[in-house]
């Protein structure tokens, strides 16, 4: 009896205007075909205007790891540096939440990092294309959302501690989270949850960290907004909606 060879099906991300390297998807499935492991593959990039022109002012992925095989959740606890049109999945394993307008590329690869490593193909494959109508653009709608994405994720916290995982990244990754989240509550106006969020990341060891003390003086001269978000004209309503948790399993 043959056994026919199983194949592998995978699920790539291309969005709105964004451009691919001709090459890039075969690089990926050949990393992806070498790597049994891996939960997902993404490619390095750069943000380019509505002409097409590049941007190399800013480098999206900043600090993050570049090596070929890697664990990213402790990174993604706190932020999302990479970019959504770079990803291909293995499809049993990308799902995405329909409530979510902003992060859900975010959430879909938390979840997944916490079962296996993800590949970098170390070679910018991606360009994200950045202009006045797309969703990086900051707004109300995708400030709460961040906020319920980062609320989530703390309230989620004993999750995240996976085996193999060094705990020390785990809770630094929370920690910044927390930073963050009281951050966007100061530019909310909430000051009571900025002040929780505060503590939650002194708690989780981060107390010395000179953003938290920054932030902490911001709160304590009333003068959040000014000092932690300047020039910003992020519009509230009165009133921020009650946003319910997110699953992460």
């Keep these: 009896m043959v056994t026919e060879p199983r194949v592998s099906i995978y699920l790539a991300v291309l969005n709105s205007d964004d451009v691919w390297e001709s090459t890039k998807l075969e690089k990926q499935v050949q990393a ?5 492991r891996a939960m997902f593959c993404y490619t390095l990039g750069w943000k380019v205007d509505e002409h097409g022109k590049l941007d190399t002012s800013e480098d999206v992925h900043a600090n993050w790891p570049r090596e070929p095989v890697q664990e990213l959740l402790p990174y993604l606890l706190y932020e ?26 975010w959430v879909s690869l938390l979840r997944i990092a916490r079962t296996g490593p993800a590949i970098c193909i170390g070679e910018r494959l991606t360009f994200w294309r950045m202009h006045s109508r797309n969703s990086y653009v900051r707004s109300e709608r995708q400030v709460h959302e961040e906020v319920r994405v980062r609320s989530s994720i703390y309230s989620n916290r004993a999750n995240w501690f996976v085996h193999g995982l060094p705990a020390t990244d785990i809770r630094q990754g929370l920690a910044q989270n927390s930073r963050n989240l009281a951050a966007l509550e100061v530019l909310r106006g909430n000051r009571g949850a900025a002040v929780k969020a505060a503590i939650q990341a002194i708690l989780l060891g ?7 003390r920054r ?10 907004r000014t000092l932690l978000w300047p020039g910003d004209r992020t519009q509230f309503s009165n009133s921020n909606p009650v946003m319910s948790s997110l699953n992460f399993d």
């Design 206 to 212: 981060s107390d010395r960290h000179l953003g938290l």
């Design 32 to 36: 992806m075909e070498s790597e049994k």
């Design 80 to 105: 999302n540096r990479v970019l959504a049109s770079s990803v291909l999945f293995r499809a049993t394993e990308a799902r995405f939440d329909s409530s979510l307008s902003y992060s859900g590329d």
């Design 215 to 224: 932030l902490g003086v911001c709160l304590l001269l009333g003068k959040g």
